[in-house]
T-cell receptor, first 117, second 114 residues
Framework: GAGVSQTPSNKVTEKGKYVELRCDPISGHTALYWYRQSLGQGPEFLIYFQGTGAADDSGLPNDRFFAVRPEGSVSTLKIQRTERGDSAVYLCASSFGSGIRGAGELFFGEGSRLTVL | AQSVTQLGSHVSVSEGALVLLRCNYSSSVPPYLFWYVQYPNQGLQLLLK??????LVKGINGFEAEFKKSETSFHLTKPSAHMSDAAEYFCAVSDGSGGFKTIFGAGTRLFVKA
């Protein structure tokens, strides 16, 4: 079946602009994760959803960042008033969620590279 | 809170030599542990996982890792490196319930010399 799909693959914007990044998870996966990866670093946890609700948003750096998953499938990461420091690759992953099945294995998309000028 | 420390941001081995990538974790509950690999211009993919069954875990491409609770370690090994193993490797931990947030280490880039 199809993997995790992220759009856009590349986004260049100007400082202060608003940006939306979209993630379409694998069908049937109940858990969805957003990570941010800067050059030379590991994925930094931002938020994860179980179904429609944000189960843990402790990684969101500040109130400019917000994510939604209104129908429990597609998710959108929203960044307001972008800053140059927001430049990174934003990764989305999905999984079967809690329980034995999948045991927490994450399936990643190829990421959305955000560049803030 | 969980955390992961990967010792060595870069490791270089010769083709055919042993690969050893080190990972130490911190977790207040029995953890699930993972190794992911990221090949150039590709997304992260699971290499292997530990979920409280056998402490020696075998993964894809000849890699394996051993969970050592006393040392809080989960080092990744492969007996004989291939050129195709050149990639970035990430160790990760979740809190053992599956589906909860997964925390990644900073990564180790593996170079394989001919």
């Amino acid at each position: 079946g199809a993997g995790v799909s992220q759009t856009p693959s590349n986004k260049v914007t100007e400082k202060g602009k608003y940006v939306e990044l979209r993630c379409d998870p694998i069908s049937g996966h109940t858990a969805l994760y957003w990570y941010r990866q800067s050059l030379g670093q590991g994925p930094e946890f931002l938020i994860y959803f179980q179904g429609t609700g944000a189960a843990d948003d402790s990684g969101l750096p500040n109130d400019r960042f917000f994510a939604v998953r209104p129908e429990g499938s597609v998710s959108t990461l929203k960044i307001q008033r972008t800053e140059r420091g927001d430049s990174a690759v934003y990764l989305c992953a999905s999984s079967f969620g809690s329980g034995i099945r999948g045991a927490g294995e994450l399936f990643f998309g190829e990421g959305s590279r955000l560049t803030v000028l | 809170a969980q955390s992961v420390t990967q010792l060595g941001s870069h490791v270089s081995v010769s083709e055919g030599a042993l690969v050893l990538l080190r990972c130490n974790y911190s977790s207040s509950v029995p953890p699930y542990l993972f190794w992911y690999v990221q090949y150039p211009n590709q997304g992260l993919q699971l290499l292997l996982k530990y979920t409280s069954a056998a402490t020696l875990v075998k993964g894809i491409n000849g890699f394996e890792a051993e969970f050592k609770k006393s040392e809080t370690s989960f080092h990744l090994t492969k007996p004989s490196a291939h050129m195709s193993d050149a990639a970035e490797y990430f160790c990760a931990v979740s809190d053992g319930s599956g589906g909860f947030k997964t925390i990644f280490g900073a990564g180790t880039r593996l170079f394989v010399k001919a």
